[in-house]
């Protein structure tokens, strides 16, 4: 089996999802299974539908008759219980980001650390690579992409020195990326503009916020009321996402009313302020330093 890292938040996330004998569960990122194995260890009877695009999270299937591999996007969530003749599931867990396992799969090109060629897909066979995206986008999508998906103070500084490197070369690798946009990255905080730089490329590679969307709302249609969702998420633009959703049932967070004054919506928050990992599990797993847990009951 591949070890692709600890899982983030991990009891704090089963516990959310209130598992119950003879329920029916998803995990929409499986990766290395381990909040799935855990998922398994406590329902007892049931099943458990687990999600992963990547090719690579195909070795770590769990050899258990509970247990369904559905090697896709999440965001296709009802259609895949649909084919799996699930019309209602009880919980479902989504960790959101991106596994260690890509990081230290460095020809995969999550990290610039060291010198990789500029990939970041989730599925290799996806249409578009960050290479691609850097080499064929305009200033002014460029512009946009780092100022919405990486909240880039100086984005349209950074996309004018990425279009006048590849004027001359094509950015091909992050050694490349980072030589373009060097005048760039503010001295002291080197680590943290590169991670909204490639935040920024792997979000729009991805399409993750698109598919995060469509995965919530296909998760309101197919949850039973009573049931769970349970979510982690690892900045700024995945949570407001999630939390508006739960709050609201939409993505704005705006709350509509029924006929008697009453909210409409489809969830009801069960933690207002989210869950974050413990100092114990901070030393154990760096990861979990920027996790934050939302769960949301089915109404």
């Keep these: 089996m591949t070890t692709y890292h600890t899982p983030v938040l991990l009891n704090e996330s089963i516990e959310g999802l209130n598992i119950k004998p003879g329920g029916i569960y998803v995990d929409v990122t499986f990766g290395g299974g381990g909040h799935s194995r855990e998922i398994l260890n406590r329902m007892g009877e049931g099943k458990l539908v687990s999600f992963d695009q990547d090719p690579d999270a195909m070795e770590n299937q769990i050899d258990d008759p509970r247990f369904i591999f559905c090697r896709g996007n999440f965001r296709f969530l009802k259609n895949f219980l649909k084919f799996n003749n699930i019309a209602k599931i009880d919980g479902l867990l989504a960790d959101l980001g991106v596994s260690s396992h890509h990081f230290d799969t460095v020809e995969r090109g999550f990290t610039f650390q060291g010198n990789s060629p500029l990939d970041m897909r989730m599925n290799p066979s996806a249409n578009i690579t960050a290479s691609e995206i850097l080499n064929q986008y305009t200033d002014i999508q460029l512009r946009s992409l780092f100022r919405e998906y990486g909240e880039v103070d100086n984005a349209h500084k950074l996309a004018y020195a990425i279009v006048a490197y590849r004027a001359q070369t094509k950015i091909q690798t992050s050694e490349q990326l980072i030589e373009a946009i060097k005048y760039c990255i503010p001295r002291g905080a080197e ?32 949850m039973d009321p009573g049931g769970r969702l349970v979510v982690i ?12 959703f739960i709050k609201s049932g939409n993505f704005e967070g705006k709350i509509e009313k029924d006929f008697f004054g009453n909210p409409i919506a489809p969830f009801k928050a069960l933690n207002n302020k989210v869950i974050t990992a413990s100092e114990e599990e901070l030393v154990a797993n760096t990861r979990s330093r920027s996790a934050k847990l939302r769960i949301g009951e089915k109404q």
């Design 233 to 244: 998420t690892y900045h700024s633009l995945e949570d407001r996402l999630v939390k508006n």
């Design 191 to 222: 680590n943290k503009y590169l991670a909204k730089v490639y935040q920024a490329l792997r979000i729009e590679v991805n399409r993750e916020l698109e598919s995060l969307k469509m995965m919530l709302l296909h998760c309101s249609e197919v």
